[in-house]
């Protein structure tokens, strides 16, 4: 059985009323609650909000593009908590915000237009991953995991698998 390709907006449909104003229409509500893993429709409005007005008002096809995007990477990302959906939430704004910076990098007339973006790009990466660690910290309850796959011991040497404590 195939997987069920859902529409990119999840049918949710953005409209420019204003400058800097946005109508959002959600046919089902039941999407957003599960887009941000939550049963409150509340949370989940003010979420979308966010998400979406972090991709700006513009009524163009990349903007929406740009929406559609980020809800997706909020789906992927299968939020389960308050702080994951903020952290989904926050993730997608930064990717989003680090690839408006990098097209921008890559246009620049003047050396100094170049270190204004170098230096946003840079502080952008660097705050995506610090929050793509948090959430797999979050995730995984602060523990780490190391798997060892392949030990040598060489002769006379000696070897111990497991916890090691000191009395």
Do not use: W
């Amino acid at each position: 059985m195939g997987k069920v390709e859902k529409p990119a907006n999840r049918g949710i449909e953005v409209n420019r009323t204003g400058e800097n104003e946005m109508h959002v229409n959600v046919p089902d509500p039941q999407v957003l609650l599960d887009l941000f893993g939550t049963g409150d429709q509340g949370v989940a409005g003010a979420l979308l909000v966010q998400a979406l007005g972090a991709c700006g008002t513009k009524h163009e096809p990349q903007a929406q593009q740009g929406r559609d995007f980020m809800l997706a990477m909020i789906e992927d990302m299968a939020p389960r908590d308050a702080v994951e959906r903020m952290l989904a939430v926050q993730m997608a704004a930064t990717h989003a915000s680090l690839m408006s910076i990098s097209n921008k990098l890559n246009s620049v007339d003047s050396l100094h237009q170049h270190e204004i973006y170098e230096r946003s790009f840079n502080r952008l990466a660097r705050t995506f991953a610090a929050q793509a660690e948090a959430m797999r910290k979050h995730r995984n309850g602060g523990q780490s995991k190391v798997i060892v796959e392949h030990v040598t011991v060489n002769e006379g040497g000696q070897a111990i698998v497991g916890q090691v404590q000191k009395s």
